[in-house]
Every structure is written in structure tokens, then in C-alpha cells.
């Protein structure tokens, strides 16, 4: 996909300078631009529709309740709450430094770089903007490559929207994204794979920029004993449903009690069978692999799977010309199969068992922190062992996805599924810089002077004992 505008540096410059006005722009100006932008999304929901059918095959609903919708509600979030959220915050004052009185302000952090993915590639571009926006930051987007119909799409939008010193999107491949990464950007928004990942870390640092990386990993579910078997199958089905399983907090793998798996297997086939009232081959609402690249990597991870032992319990027949992959269910899995080596990001769910919860516990505790664990079931027990025990993003108990729209909470991973957190006041924080103003009104802080007299270490010993 070639670059609609090879001019970088140009534009990187106008929205330098204009991130030096923006620094004590108003929240009823940021709002207004908050307010046009999901104005332009509610009005062109048809067209929005239309792009992410041609691009992987998205079902108008779909696009409604993963795209459209969170974006809207975030919009409604940020606009009754940002002026709350610029208001300079103060902050108690200890007995060692009475007389003195502080704030915090929440100043932007300047130019920043949005690099978006392609599974939801609306929602995920729009976000961290909003945020960006909020905290009174220009940006530059780079949508993915792989999504060319709603890149497109984003570039009119933002075109209409906003004047090229505050917001504008380059389009292209791997090569714009190199080349924007070498411009000294003030932040740097990142979602996509820890691999890439660590590459936009590396480049970001060349400038001291600070980042925040929403990537992925493998999300684990745990269903424990006293589950409601049905309404978890439901919910664990959506997850793989949804965007064709091409969703960072999906449900990767399945930990289910050993006295538990049959019944749950048979009800999570059920589950799947509901959600398609028609083969899935011919369901307009189950949408497509991405391309072919990915369709063989899913596929490779299957049939490899299979050749070292894993069986598939759930699945109909592949479809490469059409990027089509049913949603598959296999068990007989060990932690060695690829299935289990990679993030899947497919509508493929590998059925893992264990005897006791410590089991559980120590299986997620052997890979690399996951963005998401989801708990089905559980004693009150379990529950807190594995919210201790473990070392991840957001744990969701008895639901799926819930996470990432639910506001007052930060969305973000640790270490290898992320750096950073977005949504809400804390995706506005992460845009923005706290810098603490200091006034000392009557504080005697001269008393500690040189020279160190005996007088000084006195009260340097009460101050010590007493104040400090």
C-alpha cells in the first residue's frame, strides 16, 4: 500500500510547533474536537460498515459492537470528565515542609506517534487519538497496511476533521513506519505484536521517548469447579466468535478441572453451534482471516499440532482461497505442541486440563505474562490464588472482553503483553505529563544552612525523629 504522503518531516514540524499552542489550550476545546470526531463516526456508520467488510469480510453488527460502539462510549467518557481531569491536583503536605503548598499539572507530552493494528483497525486508531487529543498532544497515525479500505477511510475522516499541524495519517507500509520511528516523537502509541514491539521500543529510544505498547500474548481461561458450564461455553465462544478469534484479549487456551473436560467440551460445541445458525463457511456474521500469510500461519499451527498428537474435537474443513477457519476446538495438548508456543489469534481454542488449581497456577506462571486471564467458576479460594499468584493485565471472572470498554479501569499488560495502560484517565495520563509545581509560602527550610553548626544538628535530629 503506497504512502499517501511521503512528507514527514514537513508535517512533523508544523505539529511541533503547534503542540507548543495546544500546551494551554482549554478543555472546552479539546472537548469540541472529541465531540466532532464522534459526530463524523455516528454519521458515517454505513461507509465504516462498508470499509471493514472489504477488508477482512466484517459484518455490519460486528463492526457496530467491536468498532462503532466503544469508540462512541469513549468519546461520551472523555467528554463528561475531561475537565475534571486537566483541573490541577494538590497534594497533602508533610509537617517537614509546612508552609508550603503543591499541585500537580497535567501538561501535555507533545508530538505524538500512533502506530495502529489491523484487527480492529477503527477502534484501535481512534482510542489512544482521543486520548492524545484529551491531553492536548498533536499526532501522527499510521494505520496498518493490511486494512487498506479503512486506512483509506481513517485519512478522509481525519482530513475533514482536523488541520495537518494537530492530526494526519500517513498511510503505507513497513517502510512508513520505519520511517516515522526516526523522528523524535514526544510519545509513542504502539498496539500489535511484542516482536514489533520490542523494534518501536528500540527506535524510541533513540529519542527518550516514552511508549506505551498494548501487545498480546496468550490469554488464558480457567474453568474451575461450581461453573456454570453453559454461560461459560457462551461467553468463551463469543471471545473466539468475535473478529474471528483475531482479538489480543481473546481467550488463547482453556484450562479446564479434568472431571469437568467432557462435559465442557460437549457444551462448548453447543455454544459454538448457536452462535451460527448456518455453517460457518456461509455465516455473514463470522468474518475472515485477515490474508492468506495468516490463514497458512494459523494453519501450520493446527496440522503441526496435530502431527505431534492433539486431536480436533470441534472444526469443519479449512478454506485458504477464501482466508476461511472455522472455529476448532483440540485437545490432547502439551506444552510443546506450536499451538501452544505463539499467540494463535484465530478461532482455534486448545483444551489443557488440570487436577489441582496449583496445576493451573503454575501452567499460566510457565509462559510469559498474558494480557488477560479469564476465571469461569472457582471457590473463593481459587479466585485469590490466582489473582496473587499470577502476573498479568486485567483478570475478568465470568465474563470475556469486558475489560478493554470498561471505563474507570486502566486496559494494559506487563512486560511482554504490554508497557503502559489506555482508556479513560489513564490513557489521558499516559499522553500527558505530571509536573509538580512547588511554592514555599513560610517554610524555614534555611534552617538546615551550612554552617552545620550545633544548633543545626539539633534540630536536624528533631526534625529526623519527628517530622521527617
Known amino acids: 500500500m503506497p504512502s499517501n504522503n511521503p512528507d514527514f518531516n514537513s508535517v512533523f514540524e508544523k505539529q511541533k510547533a503547534k503542540s507548543l499552542e495546544l500546551r494551554s489550550s482549554k478543555a472546552s476545546e479539546r472537548i469540541s474536537k472529541i465531540k466532532a470526531l464522534k459526530s463524523w463516526i455516528e454519521n458515517n456508520q454505513t461507509v465504516i460498515a462498508e470499509a471493514l467488510y472489504r477488508d477482512f469480510r466484517k459484518s455490519e453488527t460486528e463492526v457496530k459492537i467491536s468498532e462503532i460502539m466503544p469508540v462512541i462510549s469513549e468519546a461520551r467518557f472523555i467528554v463528561k470528565n475531561l475537565k475534571a481531569w486537566m483541573a490541577p491536583k494538590s497534594v497533602s503536605v508533610p509537617l517537614l515542609f509546612l508552609g508550603t503548598s503543591n499541585k500537580l499539572l497535567a501538561q501535555p ?9 489491523w484487527n480492529y483497525p477503527l477502534l484501535l486508531a481512534l482510542k489512544p487519538l482521543m486520548a492524545a487529543i484529551a491531553a492536548g498532544c498533536t ?3 499510521k ?26 495519517v500517513f498511510t503505507g507500509g513497513a517502510e512508513t513506519a520505519i520511517a516515522l520511528q526516526k523522528l523524535p516523537f514526544n510519545h509513542v502509541f504502539f498496539t500489535g ?14 529519542h527518550l521517548a516514552s511508549v506505551t505498547l498494548e501487545l498480546g500474548g496468550k490469554s488464558p481461561c480457567v474453568v474451575d469447579s461450581g461453573v456454570n458450564l453453559k454461560a461459560a461455553a457462551k461467553k468463551i465462544a463469543f471471545g473466539k466468535f468475535l473478529n474471528a478469534g483475531q482479538t489480543c484479549i481473546a481467550p488463547d487456551y482453556i484450562l479446564v478441572k479434568e472431571d469437568l473436560k467432557e462435559p ?24 475472515r482471516i485477515i490474508n492468506e500469510k495468516h490463514f ?12 505431534e498428537g492433539a486431536s480436533i474435537v470441534y472444526g469443519s474443513e479449512k478454506e485458504q482461497s477464501d482466508c476461511f477457519i472455522p472455529p476448532t476446538i483440540l485437545t490432547d495438548i502439551n506444552l510443546n505442541m506450536p499451538l501452544m508456543e505463539e499467540e494463535i489469534f484465530g478461532p482455534v481454542l486448545p483444551v489443557l486440563t488440570y487436577e489441582n488449581f496449583d496445576e493451573a497456577i503454575n501452567l499460566i506462571n510457565q509462559g510469559e505474562k498474558p ?56 490513557g489521558f495520563l499516559e499522553f500527558s505529563h505530571l509536573k509538580p509545581v512547588i511554592k514555599n509560602h513560610f517554610n524555614p527550610s534555611s534552617i538546615f544552612y551550612p554552617p552545620y ?13 519527628y517530622l521527617a
Open 193 to 206: 505484536s511484542p516482536a514489533v514491539g520490542k523494534l518501536v521500543m528500540k527506535a524510541a529510544s533513540e
Open 296 to 307: 497458512e500461519r494459523i494453519d501450520s499451527l493446527i496440522d503441526k499440532s496435530v502431527q
Open 371 to 426: 494480557l488477560a486471564i479469564y476465571m469461569f467458576g472457582g471457590s473463593s479460594a481459587t479466585k485469590k490464588a490466582l489473582e496473587q499468584k499470577t502476573s498479568s493485565g486485567p483478570i475478568v471472572h465470568n465474563d470475556f472482553g469486558i475489560q478493554f470498554i470498561y471505563h474507570g479501569v486502566p486496559f494494559g499488560g506487563i512486560n511482554n503483553s504490554g508497557i503502559g495502560v489506555s482508556g479513560g484517565y489513564e
Open 143 to 168: 494505520p496498518s497496511e493490511l486494512t487498506p479500505n479503512t486506512s483509506d477511510l481513517l485519512h478522509r475522516m481525519i482530513e475533514e476533521l482536523f488541520p495537518e499541524d494537530e492530526v494526519c
Open 109 to 117: 507530552k507533545g508530538n505524538a506517534l500512533i502506530i495502529s493494528p
Open 264 to 287: 465442557f467440551i460437549q457444551t462448548l460445541k453447543d455454544a459454538f453451534e448457536n452462535l451460527s445458525k448456518t455453517e460457518y463457511q456461509n455465516n455473514n456474521d463470522f468474518c
Open 453 to 465: 553548626t550545633p544548633k543545626v544538628k539539633k534540630l536536624l535530629n528533631f526534625a529526623m525523629k
Open 139 to 141: 499526532a501522527i497515525i
